[in-house]
């Protein structure tokens, strides 16, 4: 999958149309993080700094039915002018390539950026409707794709608009992701191991049959391993359990068996009575082994063994790509099997992949990031990757 990137190409004078992801959290109309606008500006500099016309767009949240002010991208731009040190002309046009866009956009000069009115404010977005496609291609003479959190969407912003503009090419961001996601996947250096997490087995189907097929371990834990473990014949008691996929687990099981791949489950397991409401809420734990679970107890954690036993293989790994949390991280008792994970990568020579979504959020939250070799920047779309599904934002772009 190498495309070009904004070092292939030149931008003096032109107008270049560039799909940001400024989706932020934000809490009575102020950015709560502004991780990724930070993220968006090696990018944009670039841009800025070959002479090129800066026209930014991202979607924000999800608006119902049409625009609605609360979200609105008027406080990113205020924003990034602050990050960028010059003035980012926010154009507050509704139909976001209405008359404030376009007089906007006339009146840029080399080096100047505006940034558009949220892309979802138009109904034909999500549901890629030419239309709308090519009134954004209207505004500009090519296209940059720096949004991997969107890219696994066929959206008018994110794959319509390169049918109108050419060429069509990667920001660094997205070149990253693709540089080094595509490399763990196609040409890992070994022993490559994956670790997966997360509640359920249907979320990762895919994911465990494609890295079955590429790593040389294979670690399970989270609310998904209940179900290969009662596939295994085992007592989980109240734990997390898709009856559904028994069958599937059974044959992952002897998929790993037939292919050489070292599977690891949990040997043991942290358990409450109940799920903790809130979720963060003082619980009573206790470590059974994995196999003997009693039937009033959840496994909600993996247990010290387990956490050892994990963190010995990650270790001696060269490659690791580690997608969901080993239990229920946002409860102080039942974090630690995703501690223990998330410092073992950090303690690791190898190359760490953090897959995005929670395991993005756990390692941010351990204050482990930048011990990481890469957190990717979109949990969907790094998900949909590890499956070896083609991400239609990506697909759509210049081959390098």
């Known amino acids: 999958m190498a495309k070009k990137t904004i070092d292939d190409i030149q931008v003096q ?17 102020a950015i709560t993080n502004d991780k990724r606008i930070v993220a968006a500006l090696p990018t944009i500099r670039k841009l800025i ?13 999800k608006p ?15 924003r990034l002018s602050e990050l960028l040190g010059q003035p980012v002309v926010f154009a507050d046009d509704d139909t976001v390539v209405g008359e404030q866009a376009r007089a906007a956009v006339a009146a840029m000069k080399d080096g100047d950026v ?12 999500t549901k890629n409707i030419e239309e709308f496609s090519r009134e954004l291609a ?16 066929a959206h008018c912003s994110t794959e319509g608009v390169t049918r109108f503009l050419s060429p069509c090419v990667a920001g660094y961001l997205i070149g990253k992701e693709l540089s080094i996601m595509g490399k763990a996947l196609e040409n890992a250096d070994r022993p490559f191991v994956a670790v997966l997490g997360g509640a359920k087995v249907v979320d990762k189907l895919s994911v465990i049959e494609n ?11 989270g609310g998904m391993a209940f179900t290969f473990q009662k596939a295994m014949g085992y007592n989980v008691g109240k734990s997390l359990l898709d009856e559904s ?31 903790p409401d809130p979720i963060d809420a003082p619980v009573e734990a206790t470590v059974y082994p994995s196999e003997s679970i009693p039937a009033d107890q959840m496994g909600c954690d993996i247990g010290p063994e387990a956490c050892r036993a994990f963190a010995e293989a990650v270790k001696s790994a060269k490659t690791v790509i580690w997608n969901g949390p080993m239990g229920v991280f946002e409860n102080p008792t039942l974090s630690k099997g995703t501690l223990a994970v998330a410092q073992a990568l950090a303690e690791s020579d190898a190359v760490t992949i953090i897959g995005g979504g929670d395991s993005a959020a756990a390692v941010e939250q351990m204050g482990l990031g930048e011990k990481m070799t890469h957190i990717s920047t979109g949990g969907g779309a790094s998900l949909e990757y590890l499956e070896g599904k083609t991400l239609p934002g990506v697909a759509c772009l210049d081959e390098a």
């Open 13 to 29: 004078g032109k107008r270049v149309l560039v799909r940001c992801d400024f989706n932020v959290p934000m809490k009575d109309g």
């Open 49 to 61: 700094a070959d002479g090129g016309r800066v026209i930014l767009c991202s979607h924000l949240g």
């Open 64 to 78: 119902k039915n049409g625009p609605e002010a609360k979200f609105s991208l008027a406080p990113v731009a205020v």
């Open 114 to 125: 505006v940034l558009l009115q949220n892309t979802r404010f138009r109904k034909e977005e």
């Open 138 to 153: 209207s505004l500009a003479e090519c296209y940059v794709d720096d949004a991997f959190g969107s890219c696994h969407r």
């Open 211 to 221: 890295m079955l097929e590429k790593v040389d371990t294979l670690i399970i834990g």
């Open 245 to 275: 996929k028994l069958e599937y687990c059974a044959n992952m099981i002897e998929k790993a068996k037939q292919k050489g791949v070292q599977l690891l489950l949990p040997v043991d397991t942290v358990c409450v009575p109940q799920f």
